[in-house]
């Protein structure tokens, strides 16, 4: 029975894409036979706007423009399209043109916006207007006009709320893609900068742009990328999220493989090391693959503040790894089963705190733990006032409530809050969720196995983590497979005059980055 | 030749693919077998002892350049004849199995002694046991790469034992020559099996993608398999003596408890912390090359079944190191795992390179 079931939706499928199939005809050259063969579309959306005018001749010529409503600028489209069509009409240089030229001339010499392009299928005129675009139709021409004059109500460009920075730029990516792939080409103004832009989903048709600098990024990886974006077969994304699990590799996998930024100034660092970047328009986050492990611990500011401030606080973010993932752990197996190697003074003092505590370590840092994630899970989509509030009660009344009425120690308490703040500590959001999700297995080992557990578990991580793949370059590089030339940025972070080659761990063309051999990089 | 993920592994990660499986938890009563026999010149034999490897290796790769596309399995069989040659195959396998269940064993004790006193040896096994068939399966590239990571971190771990350096006594190393030529030989014999591990490459030859560094490489893991093991044997001779050393059963262990260092209390557990991720390490290496071995044997698909014939070997490592009695037992145990490496590690390549040299020209048509 199931087996039948399986079937039937395939055909069903098949019958749906016939049914919905606009017809590929070519377009008729009266305007009434367009209109007619348009009328059912323009029935459905009473957002579409129709708008009839004529040029003036001898005959008149009857025109329609369409567009969506809010979708396009409406300023642009009434003094630079309509505007010179019906009021500074250079009727007397159409005289006697035929049809084709008539066209050619119509935007040559009247309509004054630059994104310009003719159609002549119904089927392509049909999804042009719901692209946005605005539409020119003209009685007795067959070619239709296609205008793209996008505009309408968006956010202005803010700063990234999830990737401040002291130094570096304050502008993060947006909605829109267009004003996101100007951001970042004012950043670099490399001719070898390479725009390709796709169609992702049937019905969202959202637009994706895959971005890499010709001469620098591996040609395997930007095919690979294009590959997987194409082969996306689904009736829509919403968000860039969806193309991150369509591409990357193990999806089974719960580290991120997939570098996310919202910082065009990071997105352009990333391009210039040879990464491929990937924009999807109304998200205003942009990816760059292949990712490596090491990236995800990496922040703008390690770049912009001198070397010694930015190694201090990077070796900083590694320690705040292990502890975040492996604190409470720790704590569970050395009181359970090694309390002898802890000194002993300390040892008094959280067995004292423990006395009244009637659960076993491990029962108790997971009440703690769970409650915490809820707390931060609480916290995340409220208004920020209320969210406040709930900080404040969580954090001041919960814990000391939670201690005098002894469901746990105090010292559990700091145990868990020392992870957590180590947790948000790390400056990737992607890598923030994985720790979160990591440290709980890490505990329940360590509750069975104690510090052998502990052992174990980071043993299978780290294998896991070796295994990885991003866009087929190890993800765990450069530390397994071990490349000597990338150690220089990965602990630490060496004097940017010595960082003059790119990181052989992501594959490229062109290593050389600084010309320290006393030429100057060409200037433009 | 490629392997599960088709691919094939540096001759940089050759090198720690075979320190790592040699160095082990062997290291921890290393300077206890050796000194038993050869007293003050325990740490000599180690040295001397690298004759054994040296030639074992060179001679491997004499072979392999004979045959260097085929596999291990493919060329005893092309070498002895179908029967003969998978019969080899399968004593291998089969020295792999019970050397390598030894040492999970070892490793299982240790952890049960200083760990985990109350939980059932069966189940610190099979943690082991998973290790080694969950990293198998990620094939060898992975396996490569996690040797290299994990031997910078053993380097590190390693240091630790440096420590207690301040507090030997050099006059502890005097007198050299005591034991004689006779103690001196037998020793000698005794530490070639802690070089157990490089017939790995009998496995892995034909899967390194620079034919012509692999002689290079094994030189150089050996090298640095001998210089950790003199350095162990010399600082247990400094702190405890030929005789003192004789008492413990972990040497390089007790070591540790030698030093006082504020704050952390007992420093063995953080080296043996870090060591026990280690453990499986030797086991995953020879693991993989058991399965691998067996799956040409059996002429099926490496994709395919690698997990299944690595959860078989798994399986039989877990039976057979349950068997012994005790950790007494075991290391009477390692006695016949010791003749059996002289076979397979020394006496195998001998007879391989005879035998091509015998059939060569006929063999490497054939290939």
Known sequence: MKKAYRKAPKDEQAWKEEKQKIPDTKLPPALKDKMQMLQP???????????????????????????????????????????????????????????????????????????????????????????????????GIEEVLVIDIHGGEFRAIDAPPAEQTMRGS???????????????????????????????????????????????????????????????????????????????????????????????????????????????????????????????????????????????????????????????????????????????????????????????????????????????????????????????????????????????????????????????????????????????????????????????????????????????????????????????????????????????????????RQGNDGKEPQQQ | MKDKAGSTITSKQLIFIIVGSQLGIRILFLPREISKVAGEDAWLCVLIATIAPIIAIYIIDRLGKRMPDMGYTQMSQALFGKFFGSLLVVIFIGYIIGFESLIVRIFSEVTKLYLLPKTPLPVVLFMYVFTVVYVGNKGLRVIGRLNELLFYLILANFLVLLIPVGQGDYTNLLPAGVSGWDGMAMGSLKAVYYYAGFEILLVLYSLVNRKDEILKAGMIATAITTGLYITIVVICELVFGVTGMQEQLFPALILLKVVQIPVVERLEFIFLFFWLGMGARSAINSGFAAALSLTQLLHVDEKKYLLYLLIFIGLAIYIVALLPENLIAVFKLSTYAGYGFYVVGIAYPIIYYIMALARGEKVEQSA
């Open chain 1, 41 to 139: 579309f323009l029935q459905k959306g009473a957002d579409i706007i129709t708008r009839s005018f004529y040029l003036e001749g001898d005959p008149p010529i009857s025109a329609v423009s369409i567009h969506l409503n809010k979708v396009i600028d409406d300023e642009t489209l009434n003094q630079d399209i309509l505007r010179p069509l019906m009021i500074n009409w250079h009727k007397d240089s159409i005289q006697g043109l035929g049809a084709q030229n008539l066209i050619d001339a119509i935007y040559t010499t009247s309509i004054t916006t630059s994104q310009i392009s003719k159609r002549d299928t119904f089927a392509s005129l049909v999804q042009t207007i719901y692209d946005g675009l605005t539409v020119l139709l003209f009685d």
């Open chain 1, 170 to 512: 304050r502008e993060g990516f947006i909605e829109r893609l267009d004003i996101n792939l100007a951001l970042v080409r004012r950043r670099l103004r490399d001719p070898n900068l390479v725009v390709v832009k796709t169609l992702v989903g049937k019905r969202t048709r959202t637009q994706v742009a895959i971005l890499y600098i010709e001469d620098i990024a591996d040609p395997n990886i930007v095919t690979e990328v294009k590959n997987r974006v194409d082969q996306m077969n689904l009736d829509g994304i919403v968000a860039s999220g969806y193309i991150e699990q369509f591409i990357e590799d193990s999806p089974t996998s719960i580290f991120p493989q997939v570098f996310i930024t919202e910082r065009p100034d990071k997105l352009v660092a990333m391009l210039l090391e040879g990464r491929v970047a990937i924009i999807a328009d109304n998200t205003p986050l942009s990816f760059a693959v292949p990712a490596l492990f090491v990236q995800f611990i990496q922040a703008p500011e390690d770049y912009y503040e001198k070397t010694f401030f930015s190694s201090y606080i990077r070796v900083l973010r590694y320690i705040s790894l292990l502890i975040a993932i492996s604190l409470p752990a720790l704590y569970i197996a050395l009181l359970t089963y090694q309390p002898e190697l802890i000194p002993y003074d300390l040892l008094i003092s959280f067995a004292r705190a423990r006395a009244n505590v009637p659960f076993p370590v491990i029962v108790e840092a997971l009440i703690m733990e769970v409650i915490i994630q809820m707390v931060i899970e609480a916290g995340l989509r409220l208004p920020q006032q209320i969210g406040q509030t709930v900080g404040v009660v969580s954090g001041i009344i919960l814990g000391q409530a939670a201690i005098s009425a002894k469901l746990a120690s105090p010292i559990v308490i700091l145990i868990i809050s020392i992870s957590i703040i180590c947790t948000y500590a790390l400056p990737s959001a992607s890598l923030v969720l994985t720790v979160r999700l990591v440290r709980l297995p890490i505990m329940l080992l360590a509750s069975i196995f104690g510090l052998f557990g502990i052992a174990f578990g980071w043993v299978i991580i780290q294998a896991h983590l070796i295994g990885m793949e991003s866009m087929g370059v190890p993800y765990f590089g450069p530390l397994a497979p071990m490349r000597y030339a990338d150690l220089k940025d990965s602990f630490i972070r060496t004097f940017m005059k010595k960082m003059n080659q790119r990181p052989v761990s992501i594959p490229m063309q062109d290593r050389k």
